[in-house]
């Protein structure tokens, strides 16, 4: 057999697992991100709606904070967007018998 063939097909046959590791790694790539926008998917089809109080009339926006649930004139609102306050977190908080209007100086 001549050299530079030999040489040649030594080559080809190093070659080889290296090819066989780059298709590999772009499979696997491949079927990490399906899997990522799949989970991704699924985990917001699961939420719906991830804010709870959204519907509701103690719902507000609050410019530069978001939404807040309950009276925002409570001393007593937790000012988040999941809790109303410690005393009464689910609520409601008309007629609410803790009530205590925020001082204002």
Do not use: W
């Not at 066989?20 to 989970?39: E, F, G, N, Q």
């Not at 977190?89 to 205590?100: D, F, R």
């Amino acid at each position: 057999m001549p050299e530079p063939l030999f040489i040649a097909i030594i080559m080809i046959i190093g070659f080889i697992p290296g090819f066989y590791s780059l298709a590999a790694m772009r499979k696997m790539r491949s079927r990490v991100r399906d899997r990522i926008h799949t989970a991704i998917n699924v985990s917001a089809n699961r939420l719906g709606n991830t804010h709870p109080y959204l519907s509701t009339q103690d719902c507000h926006y609050v410019e530069g904070l978001g939404y807040m649930v309950g009276d925002l004139t409570c001393k007593f609102n937790a000012r988040s967007a999941y809790l109303r306050c410690a005393i009464n977190p689910s609520g409601p908080c008309k007629g609410c018998p803790h009530y205590q209007s925020i001082e204002f100086k």
